[in-house]
C-alpha cells in the first residue's frame, strides 16, 4: 500500500489540501489495495476558517512513500522551518514530493528544487523565480514531474497533478475512473498551458464541445487536422485557435495524447497484442504506438501492461 502523507500547517490553503484528501483518501474501489493516507502537522493547524487535527506530527512525513504539500496561502512570509525540515528529511529517506499551486514555496525553500524544471500558479511565478534563482521556473505549464520531485500550478492543475500520481501508481484506466467519479476531465497533461480560456471546458459551454466525444470515438482512424475542422464546421485556422483557447495546446497533440491514453487503457484491460492495440488508437503499426509511447509514457508498452495490468480491480 503505498502511503500518501499531507503535510500541513498554519497557512495552507483549505482548497488544495481537500482536493488531495479527496483523491487520496477516498477508496473508490477501483485497485487493490489503494492509498493510506495520513495528515501530519505540528499540531492543530488552521486552514482559511477551518481547523484541522492532524493523525501525526511532521516526522511522520519521513515513512510516507508520497509527501504532499499544499498550497501556501502567503508566499511573501518564508514557510515555517519546521514544515521545511521535515519534507527535506522526507525526501531525503526517499520519498517523492509534490507540491500543489504555492506549496512550490516550501520544496524551493527545502532546496528540493534547485538545478530542476518546476512551476506553480502562474501569478506567484515571478515571486519564486527571484527568489529561488537556482529553480528554473516555468510559468507557462499545469504542472512538471521530475521524477521524485513533482510541482503544480493553482487549483484545477492541482487535480491534474493528483491525477497523474494516480496514473503512475495505478494505470490510465484507474485514473480515468476517478476523475469520471470527480467529474473533471482526465487527458490534461502536464505541458499544457496554465493560460487558457476555459480550463476545465463543460460540456456544451464552448465550440469545440461536439468535437471532442466524435473524435474519442474515431481514434482507429488517420484524423487530420482538416477532418477535425471540417466536423468542427470552421477552418483549420479557427480550430487550432479555438483548441489554443480551450485546452491550451494543438489540434493535433490533443489528439495524440487521446490515442496515448486511449492504448493504456486496453493495454490495462484487454489481452490484444500491440498490433491490434496499434489499429485500435489510430497509430498504424506496432512501431509507431512503441515510438510514441514511450516518448510520453517513459517505458514500452509490454511494460507498461506488465506493471498495471495486475492493478485494475474488476
Known amino acids: 500500500m503505498i502511503t500518501v502523507a499531507l503535510a500541513v500547517t ?3 490553503l483549505h482548497f488544495e489540501l481537500s482536493l488531495a484528501y479527496e483523491v487520496f483518501g477516498t477508496d473508490p474501489g477501483l485497485a487493490d489495495p489503494w492509498y493510506e493516507l495520513v495528515v501530519c502537522g505540528p499540531g492543530a493547524v488552521r486552514a482559511g476558517r477551518f481547523l484541522l487535527e492532524p493523525d501525526h506530527g511532521l516526522d511522520r512525513l519521513r515513512q510516507a512513500h508520497t509527501v504532499i504539500v499544499p498550497g501556501w496561502a502567503d508566499v511573501d512570509v518564508d514557510p515555517p522551518a519546521d514544515l521545511v525540515d521535515a519534507v527535506r528529511a522526507a525526501h531525503e529517506s526517499g520519498a517523492r514530493v509534490a507540491s500543489l499551486c504555492t506549496g512550490a514555496f516550501v520544496l524551493a525553500a527545502a532546496g528540493l528544487l534547485d538545478g530542476k524544471r518546476a512551476t506553480t500558479h502562474w501569478a506567484h511565478t515571478r515571486d519564486l523565480a527571484a527568489r529561488h534563482p537556482h529553480v528554473q521556473v516555468d510559468p507557462d505549464v499545469l504542472y512538471v514531474d521530475s521524477g521524485s520531485v ?10 491534474d497533478l493528483c491525477l497523474h500520481l494516480v496514473r503512475l501508481d495505478h494505470g490510465s484506466s484507474v485514473a480515468n475512473a476517478v476523475a469520471r467519479r470527480l467529474v473533471v476531465p482526465p487527458h490534461r497533461d502536464g505541458g499544457q498551458s496554465q493560460f487558457v480560456t476555459t480550463p476545465v471546458p463543460a460540456p456544451g459551454s464552448h465550440p469545440l464541445a461536439d468535437l471532442f466525444p466524435w473524435v474519442i470515438e474515431r481514434l482507429d482512424r488517420p484524423l487530420t487536422v482538416e477532418d477535425l475542422a471540417r466536423r468542427a464546421r470552421m477552418s483549420s485556422r479557427n480550430l487550432n485557435r479555438h483548441f489554443r483557447s480551450v485546452t491550451g495546446t494543438t489540434p493535433l497533440q490533443w489528439l495524440l495524447t487521446q490515442r496515448i491514453r ?3 487503457e486496453l493495454l490495462e484491460t484487454t489481452d490484444d497484442g500491440i498490433d491490434t492495440i496499434a489499429e485500435a488508437t489510430g497509430m498504424g503499426t506496432a512501431t509507431t504506438l512503441r515510438r510514441h509511447f514511450n516518448r510520453r509514457v517513459g517505458v514500452p508498452p509490454d511494460a ?10 474488476p
Open 10 to 12: 498554519d497557512g495552507m
Open 150 to 159: 513533482l510541482t503544480s500550478a493553482g487549483k484545477a492543475a492541482a487535480m
Open 262 to 264: 486511449h492504448a493504456q
Open 304 to 313: 507498461y501492461r506488465r506493471t498495471f495490468r495486475s492493478r485494475v480491480r
